[in-house]
């Protein structure tokens, strides 16, 4: 993998994302609570050191949506990119990071809706809905949408 360096110079936090999918094919997407503006997003967390992406991917679930039951469908093929905002630069994550590299994993639901329960230990978020995968755009805040559109496409053959 070819590591991007910031014109901060700040290097970007090594993540995973999940794409949780329900029979209907739905996507889940979570409120969250630090954000003053309406923005929704789909489960996503960082890779702690030693960890591979796919035990991140499952720990994350279990961390910010209180299941694990979920099974991996699909593993994106690269890494995906995107940076934060000029005024987001140093104030978020200990100003160690200009962004996020993420390897994304589709996910099957095999639980029940009442298996989800965003009221962790941490809680990220401060409700949760099941979304049509072309509204994910719409929802997501603007300076992740590009990678949200670059997601869907590489799991359009499972959305389909």
């Not at 965003?118 to 978020?125: A, L, N, R, Y």
């Not at 949408?145 to 590489?154: M, S």
Request: include cysteine; glycine fraction near 8%.
């Amino acid at each position: 993998m070819t590591e991007r360096v910031h014109p901060s110079g700040l290097p970007y936090r090594p993540c995973v994302g999940i794409m949780l999918l329900n029979p209907k094919k739905h996507v889940f997407v979570a409120k969250r609570l630090d954000m003053v503006a309406e923005a929704w997003q789909m489960p996503q967390g960082g890779i702690d050191p030693g960890e591979d992406p796919e035990e991140a991917a499952v720990r994350e679930l279990g961390e910010e949506i209180g299941t694990h039951k979920a099974e991996i469908i699909a593993v994106s093929a690269g890494w995906y990119w995107y940076d934060l905002p000029d005024e987001l630069i140093g104030k978020i994550w200990k100003g160690r990071y200009a962004g996020q590299r993420q390897k994304w994993f589709a996910m099957r639901f095999t639980g029940k809706d009442s298996d989800i329960d965003i009221d962790t230990e941490h809680p990220e978020f401060s409700e949760w809905k099941w979304a049509k995968p072309a509204m994910l755009p719409d929802l997501i805040v603007p300076f992740k949408r590009q990678l949200y559109i670059d997601v869907l496409r590489e799991f359009e053959p499972i959305l389909a």
